[in-house]
């Protein structure tokens, strides 16, 4: 079962990979494109409400293996927010892939675990993270305001 989702307004979610191909760039299509990995429920659904209020386009995944998926069916996010404790296929991994296979998105480590010393270089935030701090962040690695409206 897939369950990498795009994230809209209301109940409405779609499976990408049902969806075919992707692929958005913030010159053709000015909302920020927002990918969240994350295995908890609850931590994935604030982030997803976060930036689709702040009126980003939001994607998720609930492990590593889904986000690569999608990132070779043609997602292309402007930001991913991730999580290193996750089933099937944990951060690092997948951190590691993406930055072959998307070398441009931003990269967001939120966590509740150490960060392995070969990510030391990426920005990460230490569970529970302030919401108004990923949004600062999110703000200043894409250039753009971003404001819960």
Known sequence: ????LEAK?????????????LQVTIGLNPRPVIFVV???????????????????????AINGLEAIEAIENGLRP?????????????G????LELQLLAPLTEILIVTGEAVPPSLTD?????????????LAFASRALG???KIA
């Open 9 to 21: 307004k209301g109940l409405e979610n779609q499976n990408f990979k049902n969806g075919g191909v």
């Open 122 to 134: 990426k920005p990460f935030f230490t569970k529970p993270a302030p919401i108004s701090e990923i």
């Open 38 to 60: 994350e295995d908890e429920q609850i931590n994935r659904e604030l982030l997803e409400k976060t930036f689709l209020k702040a009126g980003c386009r939001v994607f998720s």
């Open 1 to 4: 079962m897939q369950h990498f």
């Open 92 to 95: 690092e991994e997948f951190l």
């Open 144 to 146: 753009t305001h971003l």
């Open 78 to 90: 402007d930001l991913t927010i991730t999580d290193m404790g996750m089933p099937v296929m944990g």
